[in-house]
């Protein structure tokens, strides 16, 4: 479980395919390797990860292929910036929101509109997310939680403070780069439970 607060910068080392459409991706980010053990989870923009390898301030994730398709991580190339974060620990205080790690889609960025001190940036909805997505409610786009502050039909925008716009890679993306996106999960057990009471638990 993660909370969406960035903890670092990271970059992307080195790419490897290993076959049978997976791959084991190299990540520099020397604070979060700085207690990290074989097993660990760390989310690779978004994305829950384990660590297989620590090498200095560099550890290695295997990046099997259903992840490749359903998030961004298939783009990652060495250079890349990503952001970075430890699993939260019980106890530490919950400065985002309950994220889990899992990607629901991939989003796309449309626009962007600078104002003096913060940034209103719109992404695009993949079908079927929507519904999960209400204003004044939280959404993760690449492993950062974000307040939605509106929502159309196939799009959502949030405003983006300074220290969000230094800190990770949401300062730098473009109109057209794609982001990973996973809607609040209280709102899909909602969805769930409430379906089940109109159903009887039939599905």
Known sequence: MFTGIVEELGEVVRVTETGDDSALVAVRGPLVVSDARHGDSIAVN????????????VFTADVMG????????GALRPGDRVNLERAAALGSRLGGHLVQGHVDGVGELLDREPAEKWETVRFRLPAGLARYVV???????????LTVASVGDDWFA??????TLALTTLGVRRPGDPVNLEVDVLAKYVERLLGDRFTGGAR
């Open 46 to 57: 978004g994305v829950c990860l384990t660590v297989v390898e620590v090498d200095g301030d």
């Open 66 to 73: 259903e992840t490749l398709r359903r998030s961004a991580l």
């Open 135 to 145: 204003e004044k409610g939280s959404i993760t786009v690449d492993g950062v939680s």
């Open 158 to 163: 949030v405003g983006l403070i300074p220290t």
